[in-house]
């Protein structure tokens, strides 16, 4: 780390502590030669997420469109922008230690079904309508039929072993 004023490669570290909620740590430095004193923030780098969207265009992963969709289907249902943020946060942590640097919008859907299936199903079948490009009142009576088996599966099941019954694309 050089110094800032006099471009001295010595430093040495007066303090480190936790910064951004543990995301970071936060040092300060004094240079050894001309006692400057500065900051720097240590942080793990990410390599950035590229989304495949239906069309085959790539972008950046940004959760902020993640959250949108989540807080647009959750309106009204009395969950809290914590526990989105939360959800999202899951979302990002998996997607972040694949081995595959491409993931496909469609799998990220699935990510934040999965999620807000368990959370509340109002919003699950406000998110799929929107997700999966619901047509009509069919689709609408298909995905909450499917939702309905699939509670009566995981009711039914043994406390050690839950059901789980993946959705596929209602058509």
Same mark, same amino acid.
């Given at each position: 780390?050089?110094?800032?004023?006099?471009?001295?490669?010595?430093?040495?570290?007066?303090?480190?502590?936790?910064?951004?909620?543990?995301?970071?740590?936060?040092?300060?430095?004094?240079?050894?030669?001309?006692?400057?004193?500065?900051?720097?923030?240590?942080?793990?780098?990410?390599?950035?997420?590229?989304?495949?969207?239906?069309?085959?265009?790539?972008?950046?992963?940004?959760?902020?469109?993640?959250?949108?969709?989540? *807080? !647009?289907?959750?309106?009204?249902?009395? @969950?809290?922008? /914590?526990? +989105?943020?939360?959800?999202?946060?899951?979302? #990002? &942590?998996?997607?972040?230690?694949?081995? *595959? !640097?491409?993931?496909?919008?469609?799998? @990220?859907?699935? /990510?934040? +079904?999965?999620?807000?299936?368990?959370?509340? #199903? &109002?919003?699950?079948?406000?998110?799929?309508?929107?997700?999966?490009?619901?047509?009509? @009142?069919?689709?609408?009576?298909?995905?909450?039929?499917?939702?309905?088996?699939?509670?009566?599966?995981?009711?039914?099941?043994?406390?050690?072993?839950?059901?789980?019954?993946?959705?596929?694309?209602?058509?």
């Amino acid at each position: 780390m050089r110094c800032p004023v006099c471009q001295c490669p010595d430093n040495r570290v007066l303090e480190s502590r936790s910064a951004e909620s543990g995301h970071s740590v936060r040092r300060r430095r004094e240079c050894l030669q001309c006692t400057h004193r500065f900051t720097t923030y240590e942080r793990i780098e990410f390599v950035p997420i590229v989304v495949v969207k239906r069309s085959g265009d790539r972008e950046s992963f940004d959760r902020s469109k993640v959250l949108r969709g989540m *807080v !647009r289907a959750c309106e009204k249902t009395g @969950i809290s922008p /914590l526990q +989105l943020e939360n959800i999202v946060d899951e979302i #990002e &942590v998996e997607l972040q230690q694949r081995a *595959v !640097r491409e993931v496909s919008s469609s799998e @990220i859907g699935e /990510l934040v +079904l999965s999620h807000l299936r368990i959370l509340n #199903e &109002v919003a699950y079948i406000r998110f799929a309508s929107v997700y999966k490009q619901f047509r009509g @009142i069919r689709d609408f009576v298909e995905t909450l039929n499917h939702l309905k088996e699939s509670t009566q599966l995981a009711d039914s099941a043994p406390d050690s072993q839950m059901a789980v019954v993946p959705m596929g694309m209602v058509r």
